[in-house]
């Protein structure tokens, strides 16, 4: 028995009068999102490709496809229409997908059958297939060093221990609970936020296309209609200029951060707006999936360079680094919620994970501090370490000393060639009214001649992804 599958298929049965989704003004209940998810199951059956393509549309179509292709014992694969036609043609090659959910004509010819999601061709109401645990639920294109994407699977047995983890470090969500979903499907901390409350009967509310990410988020907020929220960093950075002092916030009880680094000023701007909600810096690789690690913040804050502590494993996940006798290095990731290779990439399976004692680790490629008490600290990318004039140049720390002469803003930093082919520090802020002497003085003050960036580089905001992380690569186009 597939017991993640059993878990949610009776969640909807016994859930049919709950809210299931909200996007925009429209509500779906379980019973409709399950009634659609058996007419898209109903279609699929006919086709012999295990994995199947969903055309990313924002709508109740495409949460019920995720149902469907899950209970029909498939795996999805997300398409993304904003990105370029070569990387999902790509995407869908690699994938072996020969079917692909929409319920919106794509315009793009992939090669591939399409079938529409909101057509009703017949029900089939009837309990997921008996697969093992050890199918592949998702396969997520992340993007390769090569412009290659490289496929991550995770199991549903992966998806089922997440869940057990979340529950037993956060608690179960009530039906009463709302929980925002901000995310792309391409990016995997999508999964939690749909995947935790569908297995509790409670409600996503996810974002559409017709508003900015930020300020929906604020809107909903202001309003008291989210109770969990998983968010990225970034968020913030948009968000805290638009707050109302006069306005807190009093549903949210419990707000996740993860995807990025998160620094204590940002937490230290945005507690006041929320001061019912428990926080928790947690971290993870798509690898390792969605997240396992967990940092409660409360009035003391561990940080290192302004980086809160991303803390200590999950329950099924483990963390180390080669030699356990060092306080610090590259971490190293094993246990129930690792995937055990990329898709059909030998290669960078062999660069990336590493096998010590009969146990697989992933190499995260993350540098990290271990202090005392057993909580880790993220520092820094393996590959953001600059060497500038033969000397190690640690952006973190720059970045650290740059926001402390930052009100409501936060700096990164980049690593960038001249004209001559030498690597100059680049620092961005997204605060058109920061005085660049300020912070410059201050810069020269606590760091070496080598670590003072060549420009600063003043922004309203920072571009993002479509995971809402700041895009570093679109950063460097500005200069």
Not at 8 to 36: M, P, W
């Amino acid at each position: 028995m597939n017991i993640l599958l059993d878990n949610l298929y009776r969640t909807f049965i016994n859930s049919r009068n709950n809210i299931c989704v909200a996007i925009d003004k429209e509500q779906h209940t379980y019973g409709e999102v399950f009634d659609i998810s058996c007419q898209i199951r109903h279609q699929i059956q006919k086709t012999s490709s295990q994995n199947i393509g969903i055309y990313l549309t924002d709508d109740v179509f495409m949460y019920a496809s995720i149902l469907a292709i899950w209970l029909e014992g498939k795996t999805y694969v997300p398409i993304h229409p904003e990105f370029p036609y070569n990387k999902n043609k790509n995407v869908i090659e690699q994938a072996e997908t020969e079917t692909i959910l929409s319920s919106v004509e794509i315009k793009e010819d992939f090669g591939v059958n399409t079938i529409n999601s909101n057509e009703d061709f017949g029900r089939v109401c009837v309990p997921p297939k008996n697969i093992p645990m050890e199918t592949n639920a998702y396969i997520l294109f992340t993007s390769g060093s090569t412009g290659n994407p490289k496929g991550v699977p995770i199991q549903f047995s992966n998806l089922f221990y997440f869940s057990e983890s979340f529950h037993t470090t956060f608690g179960n969500l009530n039906t009463d609970d709302s929980v925002l979903q901000m995310f792309e499907l391409t990016f995997d901390l999508s999964v939690m936020s749909y995947l935790i409350p569908w297995l509790n009967g409670a409600k996503i509310t996810a974002l559409h296309k017709n508003e900015t990410k930020y300020l929906q988020i604020l809107d909903l907020l202001e309003a008291n209609e989210i109770t969990v929220a998983l968010m990225v960093p970034s968020i913030l950075n948009l968000i805290i200029p638009y707050l109302d002092s006069e306005i807190n916030n009093e549903s949210l009880r419990l707000n996740l951060f993860c995807g990025e680094a998160l620094l204590a000023k940002q937490i230290e701007n945005w507690k006041g707006f929320v001061p019912n909600s428990e926080m928790y810096n947690v971290y993870g690789p798509t690898e390792n999936t969605i997240f396992c690690t967990f940092y409660k913040i409360g009035n003391h804050i561990k940080e290192k360079n302004g980086i809160i502590s991303i803390g200590k494993s999950l329950p099924n996940s483990c963390m180390r680094f080669l030699d356990d006798s060092l306080n610090e290095g590259e971490l190293l990731l094993s246990g129930k919620l690792l995937t055990q290779f990329y898709w059909k990439n030998e290669i960078k399976t062999q660069e990336t994970f590493i096998e010590i004692q009969g146990e697989k680790l992933y190499r995260t490629g993350d540098w990290c501090i271990k202090d005392d008490e057993g909580d880790f600290y993220y520092t820094n990318r393996i590959d953001f370490q600059a060497k500038i004039n033969g000397f190690r140049v640690e952006l973190a720390e720059i970045e650290y000393f740059a926001n402390q002469k930052l009100e409501n803003a936060v700096s990164v930093t980049v690593l960038h060639k001249d004209n001559s082919g030498n690597d100059v520090l680049i620092l961005f802020v997204n605060d058109l009214s920061a005085s660049e002497d300020t912070i410059y003085q201050h810069l020269k003050k606590n760091l070496p001649d080598y670590c003072i960036p060549q420009k600063i580089i003043k922004l309203e905001k920072f571009p993002v992804n479509t995971s809402g992380k700041t895009d570093r690569n679109e950063l460097k186009n500005l200069i």
